[in-house]
């Protein structure tokens, strides 16, 4: 398990654009043909790295020639891109694939290829080899840069392409992308991850922790803060981790400072910190820099020190606790948002409890909270001591319970006050209204218009419940 990084060489990714301007030629003769571009489908399952990485398949199914479209039925192209942290991800993605057969039927020149995490594992790599016979190829996390020239092979070939690389851990730049959002940008910082805790599939399906140059990362925010982005969301499995694989001093926490050094109104977020390794300075860096959002997404999965332990988390309840206080007194104003595991193997009722009193000294914005889910050949799979799934459901409810009534407490703290929020658009749940969020990621609603989609607005806070607040614009 101890990969190499391998830095892929500006010749491979020119070669690369060979193969898309070979691509760019097949689309040409089928609008020749048909009086129209082929479109391509680009679905993603999973976290925000997944939603990074399939901007950048978009990005080069645009670049060889394919429209992008959110509808898969009228699709020349779909790219599955999957998520294996939990099962019930990797039964959503096996269900959807296995719903597309059908259009291969209505166009049977329809190209289906998956990637991602979950078919970066050897079981899941097998199972759509045999029973998803109409998925035309499939490519593992690390392969996704060679995407032009596995489907111009598909397109060759026509046989059925299996792209995978355990031997190396790939570090790329210059691929094309095209972001979804004009003024919200992800950017990855590293890849990969070292930690191992015993529950977690990451590490099998991501492979070693590698960060990217700071010039690249750098370079690429400068242009995005030039064309008016308006926010980055620095992205890793471990932040606190960037830059030891380098060879060069320089941590997170600086490369934070010399983004905030950069020109242009913007907000910098970043995710994820594991507690084991938040620093001092990374709260100092925070509490400094106006850029950087006050707040801090610190995942402590579970509140009893026997189950972190088992769990392989390094640090215990104190220590985490101690790191959330030094944080609550360097930036008074903090939110802070934690990830929560419930019904870890051998987890008593007691030790479950000890999760709430975390929510409840903490007092978290919010919580993702995770029912427990058996990963195959993680640690904690293999475990005595399962807990069932009526009892790991009643955790969830309780959990949520508690949590739900803390964020409704915090949301009503800020009716009255006015509050500067970052405006994303139409509300999904209430087409009158926009929607936003504010430094701590909390979702304000607003009436408003179109010409606010993308700019900073002061909004006053009118009224709040447990999953947004609402206001109205100030200026
Ligand atoms: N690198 C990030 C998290 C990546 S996975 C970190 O360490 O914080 C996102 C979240 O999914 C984890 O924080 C954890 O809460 C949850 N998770 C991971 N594996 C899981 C499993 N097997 N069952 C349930 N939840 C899981
Ligand atoms: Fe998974 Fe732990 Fe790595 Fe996060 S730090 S990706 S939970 S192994």
Redesign the pocket.
Known sequence: MDNKTVNITQEQIDLQYSFMAQMREKTRSFFEEKGRMPKAHVLTFG?QQNEADSEYIAGMAAEMGYTLTEDATEADLIVVNTCA??EHAELRALSITGQFKHLKKVNPELKIGICGCMVTQEHRKDDIKNKYPYVDFLFGTNMLWRFPEILLESFKKKKRLFYFDHSADNIWEGLPVERKSEFKAWISVMYG?N?F?S????PYVRGRERSRDPKEILNQIKELAEKGYKEFTLLG??VNSYGKDLCIDYDFSDLLTDICKIDGDFWVRFM?S?PKDASKKLIDTISREDKIVKHLHL?F?AGNDRVLKLMNRKYDSKGYFELVSYAKEKIPSVGLTS???VGFPTETDEEFEDTLKMLKKVEFDSV?S??????KDTPAAAMEGQIPDEVKKARFSKLLEVQNSITKDLNTEYVGKTIKVLIEGKSKSDCEKYTGRNDKNRLVHIDGDDSLVGKFCRVKIDRADTFAMYGTVID
Do not use: G
């Open positions: 976290c942290v939990r991850c930690n805790c529950y977690c599939v990451v499995q471990n994820t594991h995942p999965q990830d929560v595991i993702y995770f029912i427990y889910s058996p990963r």
